[in-house]
């Protein structure tokens, strides 16, 4: 049996989500990983630097004594105050500030609509070199979902970057060649996240044979070809590209349904599945760098001093198909390949 063990890893884009549905899936995410970004999309949703500190007492809550860190984040509305987030900042409390474009996903209706009307803000976080984590997709009706991210690059993100090239950005959850090769040609101040999912199924997985609602999330998975170079990326060892799961809980009923909810859930797996990614790429040695030291290096922080070791069996692994939660059943992502790697406990 082969072993591998690593840094403990980071998970740099993390849903989390609130009430019985945090307290229920919360320690499927520490028993893993060291540290995570906490999204701020609930409802209401995490505006202020008070909203901030009472979501992160509340995960410490539902953690009890485990030493899982959350690392929390602002959402930034068109009322944003610039002098809040730069006090919640200053003080510790906050790693980044998120930017939903309005209507882009769950919970992102209170989102940017207008870019000019938050530039006071950004040009604060750019002096005080607080990083800003992006959902980089348009979302005007007549651009086709699936290409929602290129034109985002093209039409938004690149000339926000001209207009403030000291901001450093995380273009989070990258699906396309377009944006990885976007990222990879950067001078500097940008970086990007890779989910798990992203990096195994392409749509066919989703549409092909039946809609599978599970696999449903935005942004939305692409062709494969995208899928290809998204796993180039993340093998490749670049410092700008890791691990941000987007592991994003739903109850079943909310996904499977006339109008499901987007979002894959797969905190419970991830590690296994990228083991089993980087083995297939012949690059176990690069795994390190994705999950548990890039993403450190990126936001100012210490690589984590515990280490998790991953073992190799010759058997396929199982994992549970669903967490029961307060709120409810919440599916656990099933890649659809055979995983060969597993946590040692």
């Not at 809609?211 to 939305?220: A, F, K, S, T």
């Not at 905190?267 to 297939?280: D, K, R």
Request: hydrophobic letters at 40%.
């Amino acid at each position: 049996m082969q072993q591998i063990t690593l840094r403990r890893p980071d998970d740099w884009h993390l849903h989390l989500r609130d009430g019985p549905m945090l307290e229920g899936i919360v320690g499927e995410s520490a028993r893993d990983f060291a540290r995570a970004i906490v999204m701020p999309n609930l409802v209401p949703p995490v505006v202020t630097r008070a909203d901030a500190l009472a979501y992160r007492d509340r995960i410490r809550a539902a953690l009890g004594d485990d030493p899982f860190r959350p690392c929390m984040t602002l959402y930034l509305t068109e009322a944003t105050d610039p002098d809040d987030v730069a006090a919640a900042a200053e003080d510790g409390l906050v790693t980044a500030v998120k930017l939903y474009p309005a209507g882009a996903t769950t919970n992102s209706q209170s989102g940017v609509r207008d870019l000019g009307e938050v530039m006071p803000v950004l040009e604060r976080m750019a002096a005080i070199g607080l990083p800003l984590c992006i959902h980089g997709e348009v979302t005007t009706p007549e651009v086709d979902i699936f290409d929602r991210e290129a034109v985002f690059i093209e039409t938004v993100l690149d000339p926000l970057r001209a207009r403030l090239p000291e901001l450093r950005i995380t273009l989070e959850h990258v699906t396309t060649k377009d944006g990885v090769d976007y990222v990879r040609e950067a001078e500097k101040n940008l970086a990007c996240t890779l989910t798990t999912h992203h990096l195994v199924i392409d749509r066919n997985h989703m549409l092909v044979g039946g809609i599978r609602p599970h696999y449903y999330c935005l942004p939305i998975v692409k062709r494969a070809e995208h899928k290809r170079a998204l796993r180039a990326a993340a093998v490749s060892g670049d410092a700008r590209i890791f691990l941000g799961t987007d592991s994003a809980p739903h109850v079943d009923a909310a996904k499977e349904t006339g109008c499901g909810c987007a979002g894959v859930f797969s905190a419970t797996n991830t590690l296994p599945i990228l083991a089993q990614v980087f083995e297939e790429d012949g690059a176990l040695d690069r795994l390190e760098a994705f999950t548990s030291l890039n993403g450190a290096a990126w936001y100012g922080m210490d690589p984590n001093e515990a280490t998790i070791t991953l073992e190799r069996s010759d058997d396929p692994v199982t994992f549970p198909a669903r967490i029961e939660t307060g709120a409810g059943p919440v599916t656990v992502f099933d890649p659809q390949m055979e995983i060969h790697w597993r946590v040692a406990r």
